[in-house]
């Protein structure tokens, strides 16, 4: 069964620095998708950004960007010139295809100071 | 552009009792997934409707069903219930079945409180 860890319950950044959340994800498929959502207090979970497996390159969405190593099987999220509006609740989250099962992560709480 | 929409935001049920959630799925969209999201953790998968059938289920028992509508709306449905099952049922549309290469669009969620 596919497993996907955030070991980090909380983190906390100052306003415009920049933020690395960690996750570790656990499958025997070779063709898969990772994905980072954040769910701010408001409660509706927003797609961050989303990789490909078979994709070598990290994917990037304007000051979101992951690093990817599939052979370590880890997925991390960095968030550069935080802004306030960043807090939130972020989940790490695994798919064998873009709108199939998915299995996320226990999420990490992200505060942002101003 | 109207989103994914629930309803309702909020209930309260007793143990034991009955509950139906709905859901209408963005514009567009002809697939809805559901998920189970206690407090303080990470939603878990419950099932999947792609033309009108269950496609894809999680580790939920039979206490938990769902129905898609000809217009791609879903409704699920929890049987008996148990004071576990207090969470934010979120709803979740995308296009194209479990195939699609599409973005999922979340709702902002049913919180239903079992006492």
């Known amino acids: 069964a596919q497993t996907v860890t955030q070991s980090q319950p909380e983190m906390s950044v100052q306003e415009a620095e920049t933020v690395t959340l960690s996750c570790t994800y656990d499958?025997?498929?070779?063709?898969?998708?990772l994905f980072w959502y954040k769910q701010p207090p408001s409660r509706q979970m927003i797609l961050v950004i989303r990789?490909?497996?078979?994709?070598?390159q990290n994917a990037t969405e304007n000051r979101f960007s992951v690093n990817f190593q599939k052979a370590a099987k880890s997925f991390s999220l960095k968030i550069s010139d935080s802004q306030l509006g960043d807090a939130a609740m972020y989940f790490c989250?695994?798919?064998?295809?873009?709108?199939?099962?998915?299995?996320f992560g226990k999420g990490i709480t992200l505060s942002v100071r101003p | 552009d109207a989103g994914v929409t629930q309803s309702p935001t909020h209930l309260i049920k007793t143990r034991g009792q009955q509950v139906t959630l709905r859901c209408s799925p963005k514009?567009?969209?002809?697939?809805v997934s559901w998920y189970q999201q206690a407090l303080g953790q990470g939603p878990q998968f419950i099932f999947q409707?792609?033309?009108?059938?269950e496609r894809q289920r999680g580790n939920f028992p039979d206490r938990f069903s769902g129905h898609q509508f000809p217009n791609y709306s879903s409704e699920l449905n929890v049987n008996a219930l148990l004071l576990g099952d207090s969470a934010l049922y979120l709803c979740?549309?995308?296009?194209?079945?479990?195939w699609g290469t599409g973005e999922l669009f979340f709702g902002e969620g049913s919180r239903l409180t079992v006492l």
């Open positions: 979740a549309s995308s296009l194209g079945g479990p």
């Open positions: 499958t025997s498929e070779s063709d898969y998708y």
């Open positions: 990789q490909e497996a078979y994709k070598q």
């Open positions: 989250a695994y798919g064998t295809g873009a709108n199939s099962k998915l299995t």
């Open positions: 514009s567009g969209h002809d697939t």
């Open positions: 409707y792609y033309e009108e059938e």
